[in-house]
């Protein structure tokens, strides 16, 4: 139900904006070239990211994510159904013996970072008496009713009715601000509404992720500052990537010019392609270690397949006519080679480059989970074993903006690099 809500939020918010930005922003706003264009779909030089829609889209998230969060950085109406805190009661009839008696049981909901005491509560008459508990919110407990009757559970005493609605063992009645379940060995299991909110222990709101981030730049994490975390992940990822693509682009070229080298080495890409990195971590540890060196091989190995076969796709994407046309200027094999074949290859290389490196970036996170000392994964994995979700969250988010930040690194030095991508 919660998941249905999210979407629900997420798709309004999409059209709304949709609607706002397109049919009313945009309209009084002035033309440029790409408005007054004729002939736009198809056309990738007419479909350029809407700055708004990017920034909206960012907001929503974090939206969702404090309205499920209870955000102090929000509204209050702005929050999702929260669990329920306070006291809740309910009357419990127990049978013994031929006869019936009832008692209340007041339970006390308190936040799970405070401790708290159960309310006294009176006694009263008969031979079952009034009783109280605590449970923590999100939290069920099992209330043992009997605890302070006259008769017992093991005395013959059972549980027959919650607020004067019949029950048996593995029944549940509804009750204010919960459920009652009868266990199968009849004791009461009180489990208050939850609501729709995340308890933080497994997603903490915004502002207790971001107090974590100044505390882990300012103190460090596991004796290495953040930086030098993030540092010796970047630097996996480059050397890996270097060595692979040193190795990759010449096997490319080879293969898309000769072939006897295509006939060598292309079952052996295709056989390595489809296999993902990750599969090769216990044969590289059990190899080269757990040290830097099976890091940085474990990369090369991501890369390797992935610019070799975009470095080969560049070379038979070559245009014909084009190598004809130096042929017949009397150019020869190295001209053309240096003056045809590279320059129209390189887009493809630069495709395969940018995959590659998210490739990397997310094989070195999954082989510092395994074994390391320092980067982002290590965090990853040491804080998920205290539970401490907030440094969980905080990696996750520092890994996809590097991740972003290097896939933008890329595409802006294929715009500087490679000028002529896309025109004949």
Known sequence: MTGLFVLFIYVGVFVGSYFIVTKVVQRAAAKDFTSLKTVTFGDESAVRPNRVAGIVSILTIFLIWGMFTGSKLLP????APAPFVGTLEFTYTAEADGQQDDATVSVLIYPREEEVDAPEVEPGDGFAKNDSATIAQWRTGLVRVDSNDEIKKSDGAEVVAINGQPIARGETVQIDNGTVTLSDKGTPNIAPYRGWQMEPLYLPPPEQVWSRTINVIQEGFRSFTLVEHLGYSLFRVVAGFICGALVGIPLGYAMGLSNWFRGWFDPIVEFMRPV???ALIPLVIIWFGIGEAGKVILLFLAALW?????????VSGVNI???HAAYSLGASKWQIMRHVIVPNSLPEIFTGARVAMGVCWGTVVAAELVAAEQGAGMMIMV????????I???GIILIGVIGFGIDMLMRWAERILVPWKGKA
């Open 321 to 323: 006519s084009k190598v």
């Open 306 to 314: 992935i610019m070799a076969i975009a470095a080969r796709s560049g």
């Open 76 to 79: 209050g109406f702005l929050h």
């Open 383 to 390: 804080a998920s074993r205290f539970q401490n979700t907030d």
């Open 276 to 278: 993902p990195p990750l």
């Open 392 to 394: 969980v969250i905080l």
